[in-house]
């Protein structure tokens, strides 16, 4: 007898239908949540996104960020400046006490470069996130559909991640 999973998680791995199930971390005073990460063509950059809020007393800083799955996570931030996109690479990215940080398209976001396998979607893409004060936690971060009709149409003029 074969069974089959519920119709919710068919094409998408065990692994991966779990991921979506569990959206929250938590670590110290930090809840991370709305996690997810955009996938890319090829092995082109991809992006990483997810809300941390800090229900403590005092501020914390995600310092770092690592995966076996790519060479290097850089912490970057999107302004637009007269009607042109333009991204910054970050330090770190602050988490203030009682408020929550997004990081999201268009903003913040962990940039993920150097891919060793290219993100699928349904998948999972595991990053650990260190933080100042509250530690290091591993996060397994589901992989979104690359949506082509959005990159078409977004401006990219100061956007080339080969620059740093």
């Not at 999973?5 to 791995?13: A, D, E, I, L, Y």
């Not at 060793?116 to 559909?145: C, H, Y």
Request: aromatic share 6%; hydrophobic share 35%.
């Amino acid at each position: 007898m074969i069974r089959r999973p519920p119709r919710s998680t068919q094409g998408v791995s065990s692994a991966a239908s779990d991921v979506y199930k569990r959206q929250t971390y938590n670590i110290g005073s930090l809840r991370i949540s709305s996690i997810y990460l955009r996938g890319t063509i090829q092995r082109r950059p991809a992006a990483a996104y997810m809300t941390i809020q800090n229900s403590g007393q005092i501020s914390d800083r995600l310092i770092s960020a690592s995966s076996p799955m790519a060479e290097m996570i850089d912490f970057h931030e999107t302004r637009i400046e007269s009607g042109v996109a333009k991204m910054r690479q970050l330090r770190h990215i602050a988490v203030k006490p009682k408020s929550m940080t997004v990081l999201k398209p268009g903003g913040l976001h962990l940039m993920v470069k150097e891919l060793k396998i290219p993100p699928i979607a349904g998948g999972i893409f595991v990053i650990t996130l260190k933080f100042e004060r509250a530690g290091t936690i591993d996060i397994k971060f589901p992989v979104k559909t690359f949506s082509r009709k959005k990159s078409e149409h977004t401006t990219t003029k100061g956007m080339d991640h080969k620059t740093h």
